[in-house]
């Protein structure tokens, strides 16, 4: 069974950071563009970074300079480290290839507090 979980989130002061993790059971996704995504409460899921296959990284625009997103593929599992934390960047965060083709998982939450 593929599963994506997420983990790392949490509470953090803005100008904060915090490292997500996103570990993948199942199957090996070294051969696949990585993504992560956030949901902020009564917003649809958007797309926040990605990673190619080639380790190419990628993010939108409000979060370069602020969010790196890196792949450990011996570990099958993709980590976002964020830094410069913003209020508006509080959602639950979710991880998937891209684009998405997996169940999603659980999030993890990130609340940043002004």
């Known amino acids: 069974q593929v599963q994506l979980v997420e983990s790392g989130g949490g509470l953090v002061q803005a100008g904060g950071s915090l490292r997500l993790s996103c570990a993948a059971s199942g199957t090996s996704f070294s051969d696949k563009a990585m993504g992560w995504y956030r949901q902020a409460p009564g917003n649809q899921r958007e797309y926040v970074a990605s990673i190619s296959r080639g380790s190419v990284p990628n993010a939108k625009d409000s979060v370069k300079g602020r969010f790196t997103i890196s792949r450990d593929n011996t570990k099958n599992t993709v980590y976002l480290q964020m830094n410069s934390l913003k209020p508006e960047d509080t959602a639950v965060y979710y991880c998937?290839?891209?684009?998405?083709?997996?169940?999603w998982g659980q999030g993890t939450q990130v609340t940043v507090s002004s």
């Open positions: 998937n290839t891209i684009p998405p083709s997996i169940p």
